[in-house]
């Protein structure tokens, strides 16, 4: 009896320590090794606004739908949480042209910045809860068209653009 007192106590000590000075995770994920995200969905949703119009209308915490391409940046794609960028399909993006050889199209280097900025918004992929969900992996890449449905986040001002977003649909994917 004695040796399981301390065993329990032990245990019980390094589980509490375990955490200490970390946060806990926000989301946790229960699929099986190549199952796709929760947040993927397979049919693609309707009403979807270009990032210019959503850009130009939402609201705060009104639910939409927007299509874009992800990119924008080096690195659109957070590797860390689930957050990416995404361009209006109007702005072209370096690979179009087949004579630019760019090795990141995705950046969008050869547009104005001020036409980029006008032209983006970033997503941050969240669960039905509104807790933020784990990191994307490889389920989307930069240059992937997507159809973005969440909620608009806080909108200091016209330029930003935040969609907290419960489902992506990869077109053509």
Wanted: net charge negative.
């Amino acid at each position: 009896m004695r040796q399981f007192t301390a065993l329990t106590l032990v245990a019980l000590i390094a589980g509490s320590l375990a955490g200490c000075g970390e946060p806990a995770p926000t989301s946790t994920s229960t699929k099986a090794p190549g199952t796709p995200p929760a947040w993927l969905l397979a049919t693609e949703p309707a009403g979807a606004l270009s990032v210019a119009d959503a850009k130009a209308d939402a609201t705060e915490g009104e639910t939409i739908v927007v299509r874009g391409r992800i990119g924008g940046r080096k690195a659109p794609i957070s590797a860390d949480s689930p957050v990416f960028v995404i361009v209006d399909l109007s702005l072209p993006h370096c690979g179009e042209d087949p004579d630019d050889k760019c090795p990141t199209p995705w950046d969008y280097c050869c547009e104005p910045k001020s036409d980029l900025a006008a032209r983006s918004a970033t997503v941050q992929i969240v669960d039905a809860e509104g807790n933020t969900a784990p990191p994307i992996g490889d389920a989307l890449k930069p240059l992937d068209e997507v159809l973005v449905v969440g909620t608009v986040g806080a909108r200091p001002n016209e330029n930003v653009l935040t969609i907290r977003a419960t489902g992506i649909y990869r077109v053509g994917g």
